[in-house]
């Protein structure tokens, strides 16, 4: 028998509310509006109280036109993939430069395993394994498979740009932006970005010296536990922290507006769901489909 989480018996109401499917009008009305602020046209998400969500044309459009465009809620690009992936960390495209991403690569792939396998666990080892066979299989392996690996000098001037690929110029990518936190983990392709996360989720997250982590050191050890078992926890945070952040600006805006006749709990859960909104929105109906 597992032991009872004393936040599930003190919160159980508010943790039920949080999580109960949202009533399909208000559903309705969420998609209507999201679609409504983007000025889209041509497509419709429809509520369907038995079968969940829907997306459906309801005009014409010709072939290649852009019908829906949006900011993706959260996202978290995985650990394996960041040893082959230098990508800002908030809209995930490419930054530096090819011959940056090649260097870091390579380079990475040859010091990355034992990086990544510091822990004795045996969680720790079958991530290794994991990566040996998929990631870095072919270079990281490359003294033991008989392979020339490239000269150290090599793969640094490809990091630091002195080394130029043929026609790498034609593929260039923003130069990075760190982490205005001083994290050395987040990297951005502008500063719009870097703003963007930072204000969004990261500065609850951040690991550097402007975080504003209520608890640094345990941030830490949460961060490495969800690095080394499972790291979909760090797109679970995400969630927790733009919830958190949301529900402070709309407690902020709210007590400007002054409205002091309101039952305090009351209204700060209302914030807490109207922050957890576009979360709850999120919710899938299972779906079956015959064949
Ligand atoms: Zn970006
Ligand atoms: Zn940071």
Known sequence: MGSICPFDVQFGNEIIALLKTPA??????????LIEKRKCRGIRVKVDGELGKGVSANDA???????????????????????DCFVCSFCFRFIGSIEFQIGRRIYLQG?????????????????????????????????????????KEIIESLMDGHLVLPYSEMFSLPSVFPCAGGCEEAFYCSKSCAESDW??????????????????RALYEFMEHANDTND??????????????????????????????CNGSTIDMSLLLEAWKPMSMGHKKRYLLGF
Do not use: W
């Open 24 to 33: 399909s009008r208000l559903a309705q009305e969420y998609f209507d509006n």
């Open 61 to 83: 459009f010709d072939e290649g036109e852009l019908v829906f465009k949006d900011q993706m809620l959260l996202g978290s690009q995985h650990s394996i993939n960041k040893m």
């Open 111 to 151: 010091y990355g395993v034992s990086a990544n396998c510091h822990s004795d666990s045996s969680d720790a080892e079958g991530d290794c394994t994991l990566m040996d066979k998929s990631a870095l299989g072919e270079c990281s392996t490359s003294g033991s498979m008989g392979k020339t690996p490239l000269p």
């Open 199 to 216: 204000e969004m989720c990261h500065s609850l997250l951040c690991l550097g010296e402007k975080s504003k982590a209520s608890s640094p």
């Open 232 to 261: 979909i926890f760090i797109l679970a945070a995400k969630a927790i922290s733009y919830t958190i952040l949301r529900y402070k600006n709309l407690k902020e805006a709210y007590l400007k507006g002054g409205d002091e006749a």
